[in-house]
Every structure is written in structure tokens, then in C-alpha cells.
């Protein structure tokens, strides 16, 4: 049998990138997948690519949507991994109150809402798995917020690990990633972005989104993980 045969995952971005290739190795694994996103058209060619259980189609960023979603999922859940939301660059100096605190608290406030919302519906030993960053860990002009946001994740899953045990908690921190995600993030620069890490990165290739899902289905196997922040970026925070 295969890892999470009979087991149920949620993948709360799940339409594309990491969220999605995740969703295809879970499935490869026996698992029943659940794949949110705000794209109805996107959620549902996704789901019929990888033969997604069902979808639901909100905004995470809306506590009163992420409860109604939790709610109406029959039966329990075994894992939830969220990948919605992403980096905000900019000078410091340039962010209006609203933005700091936007980028701050966003992914934690998310990721509690999720895990107040989905820990009722896990059995124990289920996993929810967050995503940070490797990147935000250096300073430096154009990164602004992001470190201190960066900063905050892996002592919020440890506490969080603690609060909702026997459902662990886990943090995965990903560098530069070939996402859709990052391709709108650069734009034309994409190209050269790829063959810059190519050529520095200690693998010699870029990291992919099936190299995070492979790390995020282990967590979910793996019972004696909890509490910790796992770094995938091949090698790019030591050649920095």
C-alpha cells in the first residue's frame, strides 16, 4: 500500500504550481484530494488533470470563507498544505501602515485560520503543512518587508505545533521555485533567472515544484515530524 492510501488531502492553493504538483504526487501516493483556489476554471481543470475528491473555488484570505469551506467537507481530513499567497517586495520607506501589516500577518493569519478552521476535521497525526521562504532570510534593498515576515513563520509553527498536537505542524521554506507564481514575479527577467541559478546553485538546475511536493507528501508520512521549518532552495542561501 502506498503511503496515504485512504487518506484525505486538502491542498488550499491548489490549482497550480507546488499546491497543484502536490496534489498529483498525493494522488499518486492513494490519497483523496481536496484543491481550493479562487479560479473556478482553473480549479476544475486542475481537478480533472489529477482526478481531484472535489474543489472549492474562495478567497483564503476571508476567515468567514475559510470556515464555511471547512465546515461542509464531509467526513474528516488527514493533511492540509497552503501555498495561497505570495512575497510582497518594495522599499520600506514606500509601504503605507496598511501594506506592513498586510505582509507581516498575512501568512500567519491565514495559516490560523486554516488550522482553526481544519483542525475539528483531522485525525490525529494529520499534518498541516505551511510555506515559507529561505530568501527573506538575507537583507538587503528591494526586499523590504519580506525578512521580518520570513522571520516570524518557523517560531509560529512551532507554537502552532504545540497548540494543535497530536496534528502536527511543519513549515516548509522554499527558495527560488519555477512557479507560475514566479514567472508573473519577473516577468522577462524569468529566463535569466533560471540560468543564473543553473549555473551557481549547487545541484546545477533549478528547483521545481514537484521537488517541494515531494518534500511536503514526506512530512505528511513521516509521523515523527512536527514543529520544524524545512529548507528546499538547492543550496541558493549558501552562494548568495
Known amino acids: 500500500m502506498s503511503g496515504l492510501t485512504g487518506q484525505t488531502v486538502v491542498l488550499v492553493g491548489g490549482s497550480a504550481g507546488i499546491g497543484f504538483e502536490t496534489a498529483r504526487l498525493a494522488r499518486a501516493e492513494g490519497a483523496e484530494v481536496v484543491l481550493t483556489g479562487r479560479s473556478p476554471d482553473k480549479l476544475a481543470k486542475a481537478a480533472e488533470e489529477v482526478g481531484a475528491r472535489s474543489t472549492a473555488a474562495f478567497d483564503v484570505g476571508d476567515p468567514a470563507a475559510v470556515a464555511g469551506f471547512f465546515a461542509a467537507l464531509p467526513g474528516t481530513i488527514d493533511h492540509v498544505l497552503v501555498t495561497a499567497g505570495g512575497p510582497r517586495y518594495g522599499p520600506l520607506l514606500e509601504m503605507s501602515a496598511e501594506d506592513v501589516r498586510t505582509a507581516v ?10 488550522a482553526r478552521h481544519a483542525a475539528p476535521k483531522m485525525r490525529p497525526g494529520g499534518t498541516l503543512v505551511l510555506m515559507g521562504g529561505t530568501g527573506g532570510r538575507r537583507i538587503g534593498h528591494g526586499l523590504g518587508i519580506v525578512s521580518a515576515a520570513t522571520a516570524a513563520l518557523p517560531p509560529f509553527t512551532a507554537a502552532l505545533a504545540l497548540e494543535l498536537a497530536p496534528v502536527r505542524v511543519n513549515l516548509i521554506a522554499a527558495g527560488f521555485v519555477d512557479t507560475p507564481l514566479s514567472a508573473t514575479l519577473l516577468g522577462d527577467q524569468l529566463e535569466n533567472r533560471r540560468a543564473e541559478l543553473r549555473g551557481t546553485l549547487p545541484i546545477g538546475r533549478v528547483v521545481g515544484p514537484a521537488d517541494v511536493a515531494a518534500l511536503a507528501v514526506h512530512l505528511m508520512t513521516n509521523t515523527a515530524l512536527t514543529g520544524a521549518t524545512y529548507d528546499i532552495d538547492g543550496g541558493q542561501q549558501f552562494v548568495w
Open 105 to 114: 500577518s498575512d501568512h500567519i493569519v491565514v495559516a490560523l485560520e486554516v
